[in-house]
Each structure stands twice: as structure tokens, then as C-alpha cells.
């Protein structure tokens, strides 16, 4: 579409492609909601979306991607992939901005359906969304949270470098839970061998940025 080019930017690593969904994209990923993305009990989400019925979660997984694309402006954007692997979608993992332009901040979050996690697939999702924020939009930070009882989350973000930037206290589930920010400078991300960005030039302006403008101008 050529005036909203974002359904032509990919990322691809040697083992992933990450995508805007079209319509049966949404259908899959809806489905790896209904099936489950934790092990029951557990909760890592602020906002419990997990806790409502299978089709319910379907449901709201579809309109929470057409919200933010009819949402989505300049000065603040949430960029929300699926996640495919081995031709199936597994999950999905999200960039946000806020003022991008002038903080050059990014924030991350995902989920990845509960029979495809242990293998390495969250890693390399999360490290695609970091390679476009620092090679392709030029990005000097990434931050991520992950509540303290979630340790797989906050492997992964130590195991891409991100380090500890406090604490911090927020309701879930009707009980304070203590979450841990964690903060990625550019200068200590290493770009990996094998991803690419595709049609990312087009969609500049819409992350806040001049068209042509080089990644770290």
C-alpha cells in the first residue's frame, strides 16, 4: 500500500521473519493466544488479558493490532510484528516509540505461544527488533521491563546486554508486584550476522523521521 508502506517492512534473521499481519496472519496469532502463552498460574503481564476464555483472547488479540494501526502517529507508535518460523506465525513481538524524533528511545514487549518457547526463538525475535531500532531507525536506547517472577523474560534481555535500570512497583491482579527495568545503550549492542531489513526507507516519516535522512543523522 503505498501510503501505508509499513505492510512492506520486514525483518528477517537466519531463522525468523517478523511482519506487519495481514488479515490470516491475525487469524494464526489469535489462535496462539487461545492456546496458551504462560503456564497457568503465572502472569507476566501487567494487564491480565490471559485470564479471560480462549476465544475471548483471540478475540482481543486481532483488535488490539487494528487499534494501534488506526492510533498510530509519528510521535507515538506502537509497531507490532507477528513472529513466523518454519512457515507458522509463533508469536508476536512489539516496538514502541514516543516522541522518537528527539528521545530516540524504543520499548519492547512480546509473547510467543506456550509450545513454541525453549527454543531460542524469543532471543532472536527480540534481537530483530533491536537490529531495526539501532541499524535501521538509529535508535540510541532500548528499554524493556519484565516482573521479577519472570525470569526467562530478563534472560533474554541479559543475554542481549541489556542491563538492570531499577525497580519498580505496579498492580496486577488486585497485588503490588515488583518489576524490573532493564536498559540497552547502542554502544553495547553488537550487530548480529545474518539479519536484514527490508523496505524499511519508505516508512521513515512514519516513526518520525525524514525519508532518506541517514539512520544516525
Known amino acids: 500500500m503505498r501510503h501505508w508502506p509499513l505492510f512492506a517492512l520486514k525483518v528477517t534473521t537466519p531463522r525468523l521473519e517478523l511482519r ?23 502472569m507476566p503481564f501487567g494487564v491480565p488479558w490471559t485470564d479471560a476464555p480462549p476465544l475471548e483472547r483471540a478475540r482481543s488479540t486481532v483488535q488490539m493490532h487494528f487499534r494501534q494501526w488506526g492510533t498510530w502517529s509519528p510521535d507515538d507508535w506502537h509497531c507490532s510484528f507477528v513472529v513466523a518460523w ?14 522518537f524524533a528527539y528521545t530516540r528511545e524504543i520499548s519492547t514487549g512480546s509473547w ?17 527488533v533491536l537490529h531495526l531500532a539501532f541499524a535501521g531507525l538509529g535508535a540510541r536506547h532500548a528499554v524493556s521491563s519484565a516482573f521479577t517472577d519472570n525470569p526467562r523474560s530478563l534472560a533474554v534481555s541479559r543475554r542481549l546486554g541489556y542491563r538492570d535500570d531499577g525497580i519498580e512497583v505496579h498492580r496486577r491482579r488486585d497485588e503490588a508486584a515488583r518489576q524490573q527495568r532493564v536498559r540497552l545503550a547502542r554502544e553495547d549492542w553488537t550487530a548480529p550476522d ?10 521513515l516519516p512514519l516513526f518520525g523521521l525524514a525519508e532518506g535522512r541517514p539512520p544516525h543523522a
Open 20 to 42: 506487519l499481519p495481514t488479515l490470516d496472519d491475525l487469524d494464526a496469532l489469535a489462535d496462539r493466544a487461545a492456546e496458551g502463552v504462560h503456564e497457568p498460574g503465572g
Open 112 to 128: 510467543l505461544g506456550l509450545r513454541f518457547q525453549g527454543k531460542g526463538i524469543g532471543t532472536e525475535m527480540r534481537a530483530a
Open 194 to 203: 545474518g539479519f536484514a531489513i527490508h523496505g524499511l526507507e519508505p516508512c
Open 86 to 99: 518454519e512457515g507458522r506465525i509463533v508469536g508476536t513481538q512489539e516496538m514502541a516509540g514516543r516522541d
